[in-house]
């Protein structure tokens, strides 16, 4: 089996790939992963409550958007998997024309959302990705680029550490898009104003490529959001994991 990785900012999933399908799935605060020998006994932990026996995993593949981490995964993998790992690339991504200025640019999560979608939908998708921050990602028959927004939970905090009185609320759905006192009035701001820009902007891709998108999310609030947005069609959880295992089965085979 494959360990499949995607290090976020805030937190890293884990996941296991068994050749089909993503079979386990383990969230970590990022914060938390320190030494090759400290991710070992987060590993070791998960597989034990899940079953797994860290004898069948036969390597590891990794997006990460914290290169400082990168280390940590490549010492691991090489110290006790006996192999590199592999990381996610856009310029090693050669089935798919990237119409952008910097490919390198591009965030390792956004390039396997994107291979994710090109294997399942192979083309005509935007991806929604909730976390820290958002990021939409336009798929036709090649990459166009896409937009990053603040998170929710990013913009909230922003608001509380930035203004004097605001204070820092729950990440909910206010009862109504007026909110009635300060809560629901960035409840309505921050959670609806994020859903509404999101549709907006899928809006503007579809006019300026004269194209109709399937449109997916994935990350954390990405259910939430797919219940109240009028554009998103899917939730698919395992999105990225998914694509970093398409990634290094493709990769692997060049």
């Known amino acids: 089996m494959l360990l ?70 490549r010492y691991f993998s090489e110290k006790y998997l006996k192999c590199p790992p592999i990381f996610v690339k856009a310029e090693n991504v050669e089935w798919l024309e990237w119409r952008v200025k910097t490919p390198a640019e591009i965030g390792a999560d956004r390039v396997a959302n994107v291979v994710a979608a090109r294997e399942l939908f192979v083309k005509n998708t935007v991806t929604v990705d909730f976390g820290t921050a958002i990021t939409l990602d336009v798929l036709t028959d090649g990459y166009e680029g896409g937009a990053i927004l603040p998170g929710p939970h990013t913009a909230m905090k922003s608001l509380f550490s930035s203004t ?5 609320v729950d990440e909910k759905l206010p009862p109504s898009s007026v909110g009635k006192d300060t809560a629901t009035n960035i409840q309505s701001g921050v959670m609806l104003g994020t859903v509404i820009a999101i549709d907006g902007l899928i809006r503007r891709y579809e006019n300026e490529l004269s194209q109709k998108f399937k449109v997916i999310s994935t990350g954390g609030d990405g259910e939430l959001f797919s219940k109240i947005s009028q554009r998103i069609t899917k939730y698919v959880p395992n999105l990225t994991l998914f694509g970093v295992a398409i990634y290094h089965e493709k990769i692997s085979k060049t």
Not at 13 to 18: A, P, Q, S, T
Not at 53 to 68: L, M, R, T, W, Y
Not at 164 to 168: E, G, Q, S, T, V
Request: hydrophobic share 45%; aromatic share 10%.
């Open 4 to 73: 499949v990785v995607d290090v976020g900012n805030t937190q890293t999933v884990l996941g296991l790939w068994n050749g089909k399908e993503i079979v386990e799935r383990w969230r970590i605060g990022t914060a938390n992963i320190s030494t090759e020998d400290e991710l070992l006994v987060h590993v070791n932990h998960f597989l034990d409550f899940s079953g797994y026996d860290f004898k069948n995993i036969e390597g590891v593949c990794v997006a990460s958007v914290v290169p400082q981490l990168n280390g940590t995964f």
């Open 164 to 168: 004097a009185k605001l204070p820092f």
